[in-house]
């Protein structure tokens, strides 16, 4: 077997190779050095490596020839993890995003470390309102007394600090919104946007129903994936912000069906 992802530099793939990893262990609880090295390519010292740096984080324990499930907290680790990937491009897609909102806008903010880039950008508006159900989103506003934040009750997901499940639902169903700026694992011209995750899915399609303009930002690695569960075709999608490295042909298949296509 190869490694399921292609990453252009060796620091993504070895944060590639270690996140794979941690979810192999949590699918089968534990792993074997060998079998690591054969399935990414690599050396078992490479491989050993891989399990110290992650046991000194306290996300496995290392045993002789290979690695077992740790159950304290992933968060740091994996909110830092997805941070890393493609930063620069997330940096750019959030700033430029900023440039859409206006003041007196009402607007939801999804959870994401692409859309967490965005809220970094907004701390200087003076009228804005902001729906979000991402706490780490959220906090980017503790100072600015100015901007109005609402969050949706619901269940914590540790992984990505946000709330899901039906009180996060019904915290949404009632509301309507100017514009909503939404992250994705998966996005294809002819499928639609997608995330991992059945709850942030029904989530997501609530957010879209209750804006009046939909945005996506995700940066080009997502296109031409479908992750595991839909969340809208692309008919429901106004303006996708993005990097230049989109192919080709996804970038005239957006244009063709109506949507603003942003570049940076």
Known sequence: MKPLVKISSEGNLTLNRRKMILEMLENKGKVRNSDLAKV????TVTIRNDLEKLEEKGLLIRTRGGGIKSDRVRIDYQLNYESNLHLKEKQAIGKKAAELVKENDTIIIDSGTTTLELARNLA???????ITNALNIASQFLNNININVIMPGGNLRYSTLSMIGPIAEEGIRNLYCDKIFIGVNGIDSRYGIS???LEDASLNRLMIESSKEVIILTDSSKFLKRSFSLIAPINKIHTVITDSRIPDDEH????????NVVLV
Not at 40 to 43: D, E, K, R, T, Y
Not at 124 to 130: D, E, K, M, R, V
């Open 252 to 259: 005239s298949r957006l244009i063709n069906a109506g949507i």
């Open 40 to 43: 990414f390519n690599v050396s």
């Open 124 to 130: 200087g508006y003076q009228n804005l309102t902001i």
């Open 195 to 197: 995330t991992t995750h």
